[in-house]
Nanobody, 114 residues
Framework: QVHVVESGGGLVQPGGSLRLSCVVS????????IAWYRQAPEKRREAVAT???????YYFEAVKGRFTISRDNGKNTVYLQMNSLRPEDTAVYYC????????WGQGTQVTVSS
């Protein structure tokens, strides 16, 4: 089983920024796609951004232009830079791989509130 540890969440005011990290328990060089997901209270988990092994990225509409996903293969880590945060971005954020499948981590809570 591949495990992940997400971190970097916190409480931030609207318009603020956070950078999330996802450390994977094995080399990510050959993992096809890694994605960041989020789950808000009483809502289904949804994907927000993906990155391929060749660093091609895709962003879902709600976060386009505000979030940036990146990867550091040397550190087995995937990042999510979140700018211009909005209250509706409040959620627990998780990372996983839709192609290789990881065990779900605990996630990291992001709260956007004034």
């Amino acid at each position: 089983q591949v495990h992940v540890v997400e971190s970097g969440g916190g409480l931030v005011q609207p318009g603020g920024s956070l950078r999330l990290s996802c450390v994977v328990s094995r080399s990510i060089d050959s993992i096809g796609v890694i994605a960041w997901y989020r789950q808000a209270p009483e809502k289904r988990r949804e994907a927000v951004a993906t990155i391929t092994s060749s660093s091609r990225t895709y962003y879902f509409e709600a976060v386009k232009g505000r979030f940036t996903i990146s990867r550091d293969n040397g550190k087995n880590t995937v990042y999510l830079q979140m700018n211009s945060l909005r209250p509706e971005d409040t959620a627990v954020y998780y990372c996983n791989s839709p192609t290789d499948g990881f065990s779900w981590g605990q996630g990291t809570q992001v709260t956007v509130s004034s």
